[in-house]
């Protein structure tokens, strides 16, 4: 995650990113919501810089976050709250087995994520 001699910046917090296991942007990227032509160039925050995603992962290892206000997920169909913790939960135990595996990063990505294939398709007026 270094650039030169400085690793990226968090856009919230202004303190550098250190590792990827605490990296909202590889998160995204593994969880399938940023893709690979973005890593170099979107804006980087701590896991806890971005509450609203990081209250969706439940694991023992990572302390929980809570979110007061509008997007607090207790305020969010319960359905769609569980779909996300399962998606988000599984990206986060990800990054953090990723980083000793010594993989591509094209290989970070959670399994379906890999194997998804991007619709291409495009309707010709008829």
Not at 6 to 32: A, H, K, M, N, P
Not at 47 to 68: G, H, K, S, W, Y
Not at 80 to 92: N, P, Y
């Amino acid at each position: 995650m270094a650039q030169c001699e400085q690793g990226y910046l968090c856009d919230v917090c202004g303190d550098e990113v250190e590792d990827i296991t605490d990296s909202d942007l590889y998160l995204r990227y593994v969880t399938g919501e940023v893709p690979a032509r973005v890593l170099m160039t979107a804006k980087e925050r701590h896991l806890r810089c971005n509450p609203t995603l990081a209250q969706f992962i439940v694991d023992p290892a990572f302390d929980p976050v809570i979110v007061e206000g509008p997007f607090d997920k207790r305020q969010l169909d319960p359905a769609d709250v569980a779909r996300r913790e399962d998606l988000i939960t599984r990206g986060w135990q990800r990054l953090q087995e990723v980083r000793g595996l010594g993989i591509p990063i094209s290989d970070y990505p959670l399994e379906e994520i890999r194997n998804s294939k991007p619709d291409i398709s495009i309707s010709k007026p008829g």
